[in-house]
Structures are given as structure tokens and as C-alpha cells.
């Protein structure tokens, strides 16, 4: 919680499940980074304070079927901010700025 963390100049491309989850965690920057082709979620911040997405383009999140619960599809967004686990009071100071979100049926960002 006291260290500065950070993902910058990267991208993360194609995976079967969730392309990048921040999850009770502190001071992390994620800049100048492309988040494309993965199911359900592109990005997930859960349970964690000051995050800060700057410069983010997030894209091509795609259905993720869930066969262990009747075929049922889970909703699919870009970007999760505090939103996809409820509730999320742990969830504090987080910031998105400068960035982009495409080609995600649900929503591009969502947060509460």
C-alpha cells in the first residue's frame, strides 16, 4: 500500500478471459496502454484506491459463455471501475482520464 505501481507503453492482447484485473490494491497508474480481445471484461478495478487509467484504449471485449452455470453469458464492458463485484466501498480516489473504450456491446466504462 505504500509503494507506486505501474503498467505503462504496453499492450495486452487477446485472452480467453479478463485482459487486465487491478484488485485490492493501491497507487497503481496504468498509461499509454492498449487493452484488446478478451471475454467479459477488458479492464476490472475492484477493491482498490487510487488507481489511475490515463491514455487507456480498451477494445474488442467479447462474450464469455458460462457453461458451469446453464450457457449463461455474463455481461461484458471495457472497462469495470468499482462496478462489476458489489459493493465496493473499499473502492476510493480512482481516476480515468484521456481514454477510449470501444466495441463493447454493455458499456464502455461503468462505474458507480
Not at 480481445?37 to 487510487?50: P, T
Request: overall charge neutral; aromatic content about 8%.
Amino acid at each position: 500500500m505504500t509503494n507506486t505501481h505501474e503498467v505503462s507503453n504496453s499492450v495486452i492482447h487477446e485472452g480467453e478471459g479478463w485482459g487486465l484485473s487491478v484488485t485490492s490494491s493501491a497507487k497503481v497508474t496504468i498509461k499509454n496502454t492498449q487493452v484488446i480481445g478478451f471475454k467479459a471484461i477488458g479492464i476490472s478495478i475492484h477493491a482498490s484506491e487510487s488507481v489511475t487509467l490515463d491514455n487507456v484504449y480498451t477494445s474488442d471485449v467479447r462474450e464469455r459463455s458460462l457453461y458451469s452455470i446453464g450457457k449463461a453469458a455474463d455481461i461484458w464492458a471495457c472497462v469495470a471501475v468499482c462496478s462489476y463485484f458489489e459493493p465496493d466501498a473499499k473502492c476510493k480516489n480512482n481516476v480515468v482520464k484521456n481514454s477510449t473504450s470501444v466495441g463493447c456491446k454493455f458499456a464502455g466504462f461503468v462505474s458507480p
